[in-house]
Each structure stands twice: as C-alpha cells, then as structure tokens.
C-alpha cells in the first residue's frame, strides 16, 4: 500500500491598490469557495518559477517581484486532502485578470482585505489565522 504524503500547493498574493486578486473554485476540492492564484509545486521548480507559471496558466497575467511569505498546513479531512501551502506575494503591473482554465476558475475578482468574499478555501482560512495582513 502506497504511503499517502502532504502535497506542496503555492498561493500568490497578488495586491493591487489595496485589493487582492481572488478567484473561485471550480470542479476541484474547495469547489465554490474563494482562493489565491496558484497550484501544485512540480518537480525540480523553485517557488518563484511555480507562482509565476500558474499565474500566466490561471490569468494571463506576468508577475514580478515574488517574494516568500509565510506557509500553512491544510489538512481537509472531508476531501482526504493534505497540502503544505506556500504563500508568495507578487507585483503585477498592469492588465485584468481572464478566466483561463474555466473547467478550474468561474470568476476573478479584486477584494479589499476587510471585505473578503465568501466562502473563503481552508488554505485561505488557514492564512487569515497565521498571519497579520493588510
């Protein structure tokens, strides 16, 4: 029997005249809930390569200047889920976010940190009870 073992998932903080971009989930765990850009770390991929990938794959967006921030430990009992989640945050200059895998996204949207959407996905959850933020 296989030995299950946490998953490494990356979240990009990606904040813009004091809002930050948000997307909800679709056809995945956490489906219908709000969530950072971001996916599984691949192998061999550093940090800032993953967040700057699955930016442009979920948006259409480039970033820059992407920084560590802080980690959370998910575990989802409910969806037999465990995950190690890495937060980064990033600039991104210019543009509007498109919805580029729709099968995985059906909205983005720019939220002030004290209106927050809801549901929030436990990764998220997570974060909000760690750390201080904006």
């Not at 679709?26 to 390569?49: I, M, Q, R, V, Y």
């Not at 442009?56 to 802080?70: F, H, P, V």
Request: glycine letters at 8%; one cysteine or more; a negative charge.
């Amino acid at each position: 029997m296989e030995t299950q073992r946490p998953k490494v998932g990356v979240a990009i903080i990606i904040e813009r005249d004091n809002k930050i971009l948000l997307g909800k989930r679709k056809g995945s765990h956490g489906n219908g809930s709000w969530a950072f850009p971001g996916g599984h770390l691949e192998f061999n991929e550093s940090f800032e390569d993953c967040a700057a990938r699955e930016v442009m794959e979920e948006t259409g967006l480039t970033i820059s200047n992407i920084r560590k921030e802080t980690f959370t430990n998910d575990i989802m009992k409910e969806e037999n889920k465990h995950y190690v989640t890495c937060f980064v945050k990033a600039e991104c200059i210019s543009g509007e976010p498109k919805i580029m895998e729709p099968e995985k996204c059906e909205a983005w949207g720019w939220f002030s940190w004290n209106e927050l959407p809801s549901p929030l996905f436990a990764p998220f959850q997570n974060f909000l009870k760690d750390t201080k933020h904006c």
